[in-house]
């Protein structure tokens, strides 16, 4: 903190957190979440705010922007709100109980999406006082009320950065053919859950897909109608996904499921459903296309994201040596597949 910096009734200090707050308050209260305005679709843009009151002026000029507003009343409870809420921008009032910070700054750009953190408080905005927000790693700071206005300009700005950021990383993640993940996000959202099996103990399953002679499709009917089966199974494979599952295709005729919070019995339940539902369906000039599936479980069949993909696929090649149109489980840990 520059040494020309002085605040009335504070002693001198060394982090911006000691600066705008008082002793005492570091405590870890029980998350709360308090929805501020009313949730909309996700392109409206999402501010998660961090304050003791309501900061009512604020709220109600970001709203009119088009923004919605997502609030918590302690420090602690942000961590929790951040998963939640998945905010284009927090906003924090700097002297709001259990606030850390150079922490909550830390964890915000190391995210995936590297979430902008701004500042907020009663001080004056000095040049001083701005560039310590900025070292422990916020991108501003505003003196509330003073600067509604500028704060209500940049949170806008940075809410429509970031969603440009995310339309750019969605078209480069996506698989161009069937608008499933492709490849590179499967494997982003493969590690995520298999960490959340290490930190929390929520399972997840991996299916894996392939289209039963899709070369006999391709050499008979030519690719454009091979590329029309493949769409037609992308099609469904986002119909039967929820919000936090991933549906992927691969490469090729091989399409991944990730199933988020599902054990093996339950996948392997959805899996056949799966396989049933798609061999049911008519392709126009085809008649019926089936799949071949493997599935595999975290912790059942593998606690790692290699080990999980790799139980998956040994499993649909069982399916696939085993006539095709067919679902197949991985073993438990440290046994062998039949017939692989």
Same mark, same amino acid.
Not at 103 to 114: P, V
Not at 192 to 211: F, G, T
């Given at each position: 903190?520059?040494?020309? &910096?002085? !605040? ?11 600066? &705008?707050?008082?002793?005492? =308050? ?20 999402? #501010?998660? $705010? ?8 604020? #709220? ?38 259990? &606030? /850390?910070? @150079? ?29 310590? *927000? ?14 509604? %206005? ?26 161009? !053919?069937?608008? =499933?993940?492709?490849?590179? @996000? ?19 399953? $991996? ?29 469904? &494979?986002?119909?039967?996904?929820? %919000?936090?599952?991933? *549906?992927? @295709? ?6 991944? +499921? ?5 054990? +093996?019995?339950?996948? *392997?339940?959805?899996?056949? /459903? ?22 595999? *479980? ?14 998956? %696929? ?27």
């Amino acid at each position: 903190m520059p040494q020309s &910096l002085k !605040l009335s009734d504070c002693p001198p200090r060394t982090s911006l957190f000691d600066l &705008l707050t008082s002793p005492g =308050l570091n405590m870890t209260p029980r998350a709360e979440k308090e929805p501020i305005t009313r949730p909309s679709e996700r392109a409206r843009g999402r #501010v998660l $705010l961090i304050a003791e009151d309501k900061q009512v002026h604020f #709220v109600e000029g970001i709203s009119s922007r088009g923004i919605d507003v997502f609030g918590v009343s302690k420090g602690a409870a942000a961590m929790v709100s951040l998963t939640r809420t998945r905010p284009d921008v927090v906003i924090a009032h700097a002297s709001t109980s259990g &606030l /850390r910070i @150079r922490e909550l700054a830390k964890m915000l750009a190391q995210s995936d999406d590297g979430i902008p953190l701004v500042l907020t408080g009663s001080e004056p905005s000095t040049v001083d006082l701005r560039r310590a *927000a900025m070292v422990e790693g916020a991108f501003d700071y505003f003196a509330l009320p003073d600067e509604l %206005d500028l704060l209500i300009e940049r949170t806008q700005q940075l809410v429509l950065l970031r969603q440009k950021i995310d339309r750019l990383r969605s078209d480069a993640d996506l698989d161009s !053919l069937t608008g =499933l993940a492709n490849r590179r @996000r499967f494997r982003v959202a493969l590690a995520r859950e298999v960490e959340r099996w290490r930190r929390y103990r929520v399972p997840c399953a $991996l299916m894996m897909l392939d289209i039963d002679h899709l070369k006999s499709v391709n050499d008979k009917f030519g690719h454009p109608v091979g590329d029309m089966v493949i769409r037609q199974i992308a099609q469904t &494979l986002k119909e039967v996904s929820r %919000d936090n599952d991933t *549906a992927a @295709r691969l490469g090729g005729e091989e399409f991944a +499921l990730l199933l988020a919070g599902i054990d +093996l019995q339950r996948a *392997a339940t959805a899996a056949e /459903r799966l396989r049933a539902v798609l061999s049911g369906k008519h392709v126009e000039g085809v008649g019926t296309v089936t799949v071949s599936i493997g599935v595999a *479980a975290c912790p059942e069949n593998a606690t790692s994201e290699r080990l999980l993909y790799s139980a998956s %696929d040994g499993a649909l090649y069982v399916s696939k040596n085993a006539g095709r149109d067919r679902v197949s489980v991985a073993p438990p840990l440290q046994e062998k597949l039949p017939g692989v």
